[in-house]
């Protein structure tokens, strides 16, 4: 059955995603160990004596919180290759010479590999952090180190190392001259020892250099005795002899001098990252420091990181009412301090396993890398090049569903804010509208577009908004309302009403992120925000928690996920409660932060804003599916034959068509300049037939084992996300296709190992939608932006998809129209008759 009919015939089991081993038996609280720095000198040809020292560079609370790991990359975890498995090719599976015929002619007896083991129970077994038995699964939180009840930021929570001091020093051997012998004066070479972490590297070589010349001048004294026999042989024998082989020895003594300050130079600043580095460690109850951690990256999962370590480290910032602020309350709460802990359930059963750690909106992503959080919780708006590649970390963010859509409103004086909200500055009540804006933002841009006859406040930077504000040089604040909560304004100082407008005019997608390529633990984050939709949906809260195991098939009901999403209901509610607890009087919720039904008219198609496309990213990452595609020459894209979405050929000269297919020519012309030709497509329903496999459907074998790069039409689901018995977990893109008796979603789906492809295949789909929205069509491609995120041989992917299959509109009047008429979901989520957009978040089935 295909898979936009209103049911499916699917597997049954899910992966047991969050700790297949069960380690959940016992533990011991995490201790503290001190990191030690020490260094040493030793004797020099015998005549040197370095002065002992020992360098304790100790950093406060702050410093150890905030501090940078030098060890922050990560390595890409290749499970193909540690699988036998995923190494054997699919049996009897033929190449397709010509492009547009199926691969399922030739797979009569064709017979397929076992499955490979699911990514996730490849997991290295750790020890317990918790006593808790996943399969007698009851709330018995172990003795944890709790990160405070009170869930305050790093700076009340975290486990700084300390640098203690120590000193040694080489014994300074007895002189073998004897009596009468001239003996050189030793150069005495003393250590700096350095107690202000904050002195600079000028002023530390400076010091070196000044205690090592000191020394010099006893140099200059030294008095080298010519040997006898250099006379008797024949060598120079007058005082000038003498003197030359004198300057030359202070030549040399003067190069191995030069020699120390490079050395010493080189020490001294060793030995400030070292203590630094200790100071950022630490202790886990197995003993293995947090540095140890990191420099293993390479090798470990976040999630093995986070089992080992035994909490989470959430990035938040303090600052952001209803997101995470300590304004209410004195206490770190809000939206995404909930979402940190709902993480620190799935991990570990315990929400209170967490350290929350205060980082500002400009640091997100190095810190992510740095290994300094986990995860960012709060406040971070999805756009390509934080998707893709930003040149700061060089690296993109692997970003969660959206729990939040942030975008452009009006807020102040109530009776002008509705004039702003009708986009009304022409009658007579509405004349005296003012409007602050922040000149050179997008904020400037909206408003421009939306309300251009009003009258504009320009503001150079977001403070000179409030301060005119209050002032009442405006009366209405052209911003994002999320960002602009009353408690704010009042505590500066503003005493007239207040209200935030009923209308968005713009979307953006606000979500959690983790680092690139590590699917492992990005699944359990997505798990978290998708837990409180699911609730919402089926109008379950905290008080009815329970009946989320109902959600599940009959053989699922106890496993660890239903155990989790139960927990965290419990725990936090579902969505509905969680904005009314933290959002509602800062953010009213309304248009797009409402959960979308079957009764709800609106479109649900709309494009992510793509913002700063002029970032030059890397290109095509040897060895990846990208370049793997490049180099052989065409896109393999996997298709399940139904009328309108995917239409068999008739005949040999016929070819593909229907509204998955055209998505996957697009994407071969985002890749192949535009070549239509570019596509092979596999029929995954004439190969599931042909196959006895019964653990065969959606084609995920075949995406898990590369013989496909892509495949169109895929149902979304959160069983595909976490995996399965049959394959490892999926990404999909942007949904192109709503089933609006079922709301079922449908998009491109594709492997959730390489970062770079899932956003490849997300970004194109984007602009097919973004073309429509900016009514540029297959006439006018040249219309759509160039982008280099993806290197300069890609740079016109848009222009080439948009030119081989027009924009979203002229797709689906071509290929579906006739069939089933576009409607609701299907339609752009778009302002009409100056209201606002419309809800956008889904809920996505469990199978």
């Known amino acids: 059955m295909s898979d936009y009919g209103s049911s499916d015939d699917e597997e049954k089991t899910f992966l047991k995603v969050l700790n297949p081993s069960g380690v959940h038996a016992g533990s011991k609280e995490p201790q503290n160990e001190k990191a030690k720095d020490e260094t040493t000198s030793c004797q020099i040809a015998n005549h040197t004596k370095l002065a002992d020292s020992s360098h304790n560079l100790g950093m406060n609370d702050a410093e150890t919180k905030t501090g940078k790991n030098p060890s ?43 499955p490979p083991q699911p990514y996730l129970q490849r997991s290295i077994p750790i020890q317990p952090v918790i006593g808790l038995d996943w399969d007698n699964p009851e709330f018995a939180p172990g003795a944890v180190r709790v990160f405070g009840p009170n869930y305050t930021h790093s700076t009340t929570s975290s486990l700084p190392g300390e640098s203690s001091e120590s000193s040694s020093s080489c014994s300074s051997h007895p002189s073998n001259t004897t009596a009468g012998e001239d003996v050189a004066t030793p150069v005495v070479t003393t250590a700096v020892r350095v107690q202000d972490p904050d002195i600079t590297r000028r002023e530390i070589e400076a010091e070196i250099r000044q205690s090592i010349m000191n020394e010099v001048v006893l140099a200059d004294a030294v008095v080298i005795p010519v040997s006898d026999s250099n006379d008797q042989e024949g060598g120079i024998q007058s005082d000038d002899a003498n003197h030359l082989r004198v300057g030359k020895r202070k030549r040399l003594c003067l190069y191995l001098i030069l020699a120390l300050v490079l050395l010493a130079v080189v020490a001294v600043v060793a030995g400030i990252a070292l203590p630094r580095a200790s100071t950022n460690s630490t202790s886990t109850g197995a003993g293995t420091s947090e540095s140890s951690l990191v420099n293993n990256a390479t090798t470990k999962s976040t999630l093995e990181i986070v089992r080992e370590r035994g909490y989470v480290k959430c990035g938040v910032s303090d600052g952001f009412v209803g997101f995470a602020s300590t304004a209410r309350t004195g206490k770190l709460e809000g939206i995404s301090v909930d979402q940190c802990r709902a993480i620190a359930i799935v991990v570990f059963g315990n929400p209170n396993q967490v350290e929350l750690i205060d980082i500002t909106i400009f640091e997100r992503g190095q810190k992510l890398y740095e290994r300094t959080v986990d995860v960012v919780g709060q406040y971070v708006l999805k756009r390509m090049k934080p998707d893709v ?111 935030v407008g009923e209308n968005l005019f713009s979307m953006e997608a606000m979500g959690m992120v983790t680092i690139d390529d590590d699917p492992e633990w990005a699944r359990v984050v997505n798990l978290v ?18 009946d989320m195991r109902s959600l599940f098939h009959v053989e699922d009901q106890n496993n660890p996920m239903a155990y989790s999403m139960v927990t965290i209901v419990n725990q936090f509610g579902n969505y509905a409660e969680l904005y009314e607890r933290h959002l509602e009087s800062v953010a009213p919720r309304r248009g797009p932060n409402i959960l979308y039904s079957q009764s709800d008219t609106s479109g649900r198609l709309y494009s992510v804003p793509f913002r700063n496309l002029d970032v030059v990213g890397p290109g095509p990452i040897p060895n990846r599916t990208l370049d793997t595609i490049i180099k052989r020459g065409h896109l393999r894209c996997g298709v399940r034959a139904h009328k309108g979405f995917a239409n068999v050929p008739a005949d040999a000269e016929d070819k593909w068509s229907g509204l998955d297919v055209e998505f996957c020519r697009a994407l071969g012309a985002a890749i192949f300049a535009g070549t239509l030709s570019s596509v092979e497509f596999v029929d995954l329903a004439a190969m599931e037939a042909n196959s006895n496999r019964v653990d065969f459907g959606h084609g995920n074998t075949l995406l898990a084992d590369s013989f496909v790069d892509v495949i169109a039409g895929s149902r979304v689901s959160i069983k595909l996300m976490l995996g399965s018995e049959a394959a490892p977990g999926f990404c999909f893109g942007q949904t192109y296709f709503v089933n609006a008796g079922t709301m079922s979603e449908y998009a491109l789906m594709t492997r959730d190992d390489d970062s770079q492809w899932v956003a490849f295949v997300y970004w194109v789909t984007m602009a097919i939608i973004y073309a429509e929205e900016k009514s540029i069509g297959q006439m006018d491609f040249v219309q759509m932006p160039i982008t280099r995120l993806f290197g300069e041989e890609l740079k016109q992917c848009f222009r080439d998809s948009v030119a081989a299959v027009g924009n979203y509109g002229e797709i689906y009047n071509r290929t579906l129209q006739s069939i089933l008429p576009r409607s609701g979901p299907n339609m752009l989520n778009e302002q009409i008759n100056g209201s606002g957009l419309g809800p956008q978040h889904v809920a996505v089935p469990l199978y």
């Open 529 to 546: 925000i998708l837990t409180f939709f699911i609730a919402e949906a089926h109008s379950i809260t905290q008080a009815n928690a329970e």
């Open 72 to 114: 922050g990359s990560k390595g890409f975890a290749d499970w193909e290759q540690n699988e036998e498995a995923r190494a054997t090719p699919v049996a009897n599976v033929p190449t397709v010479a010509r492009r547009e015929v199926s691969t399922a002619s030739n797979m009569s007896g064709g017979s397929i590999p076992p």
């Open 389 to 499: 590649h930003d040149p700061a970390f060089g690296r993109g963010l692997t970003f969660s569903a959206p729990f939040f859509y942030s975008g452009f409103g009006f807020v102040g004086e109530p009776s002008l804010v509705d004039c702003a909200d009708r986009l009304d500055s022409f009658s007579e009540e509405c004349r005296p509208l003012r409007l602050c804006v922040t000149v050179n933002t997008v904020n400037e841009d909206t408003l421009q577009e939306v309300l251009p006859g009003a009258v504009v406040v320009p503001c150079d930077l977001p403070i000179d908004l409030t301060h005119k504000f209050i002032r009442g040089d405006c009366n209405v604040l052209a911003t994002q309302p999320a960002g602009a909560a009353e408690e704010r304004f009042r505590l500066a100082g503003y005493d007239r009403e207040f209200k």
